[in-house]
């Protein structure tokens, strides 16, 4: 079936080290996303791809970054984590024009 | 502050009992979507509404959006079980960029 797929589900990382969280879709979709979701609270969009256009939102933190190599995949990297970084990130997609968006299972990160 | 504001935050019915969940945005709004949650999970989509005064119906759930485009509800009839998770109003600003409510943690007792 056609979906969204996030991998790690949980992944958990050292204070400081660097951390790559991925996604990948069957449903090429030209837009991308990625949200962050601490625990009741709202998703944050962090940044989106429109094909490989990268939209970085003012207020995300330069520690983190992204890439989408092809229309398929999009990559999370976080340079260095903090403590405050712990939380759920979501990708998800949409079809420019369409803005039904289609989320990913989310990865669980957790910063020690 | 809160672009968008969802109330309430948590609500426990009894099974069979209607509920109402309301999303009410700071500015006009281009595109109004709810969402559901299960806890730990993505993100699944429910309804779309674009124009000011529109209705739409699923199974038992129906959302409304204000003719000013700037308030939502979204309505269960008959509750049960099943409709238990964390509904999330989104909405749309600009082209492509969405933003999120807090969310409304829905529990149906047996």
């Known amino acids: 079936d056609a979906m969204v797929i996030q991998n790690p589900r949980y992944q958990v990382t050292q204070f400081g080290k660097p951390v790559t969280l991925s996604c990948s879709q069957t449903?090429?979709?030209?837009?991308m996303y990625w949200y962050q979701q601490k625990s009741s609270q709202a998703p944050k969009l962090l940044f989106h791809?429109?094909?490989?256009?990268?939209?970085n939102e003012a207020d995300t933190p330069d520690n983190f970054q992204s890439r989408r190599p092809n229309t398929s995949f999009c990559f999370l990297d976080i340079r260095s984590p903090g403590l405050g970084d712990a939380a759920m990130y979501l990708c998800?997609?949409?079809?420019?024009?369409?803005?039904?968006?289609?989320f990913g299972p989310g990865t669980r990160l957790t910063v020690t | 502050s809160q672009e968008l504001e969802q109330s309430p935050q948590s609500l426990i019915v009894q099974e069979g009992k209607n509920l109402t969940i309301n999303c009410t945005s700071s500015?006009?709004?281009?595109?109004l979507y709810w969402y559901k949650q299960k806890y730990g999970e993505g993100l699944i989509f429910l309804m779309m509404?674009?124009?000011?005064?529109e209705e739409k119906s699923h199974e038992k759930i129906t959302a409304k959006l204000d003719e000013k485009k700037q308030q939502s509800s979204l309505h269960i009839t008959a509750s049960q079980p099943s409709h238990a998770g964390i509904y999330l109003c989104?909405?749309?600003?600009?082209?492509?960029?969405?933003?999120f409510g807090a969310g409304t943690r829905l529990t149906v007792k047996p």
């Open positions: 998800a997609t949409a079809r420019w024009g369409f803005y039904e968006q289609y």
């Open positions: 449903l090429n979709h030209n837009v």
């Open positions: 791809y429109y094909d490989k256009d990268f939209n």
């Open positions: 500015k006009t709004l281009y595109g």
């Open positions: 509404l674009q124009k000011g005064g």
């Open positions: 989104g909405a749309r600003y600009n082209n492509n960029d969405m933003r």
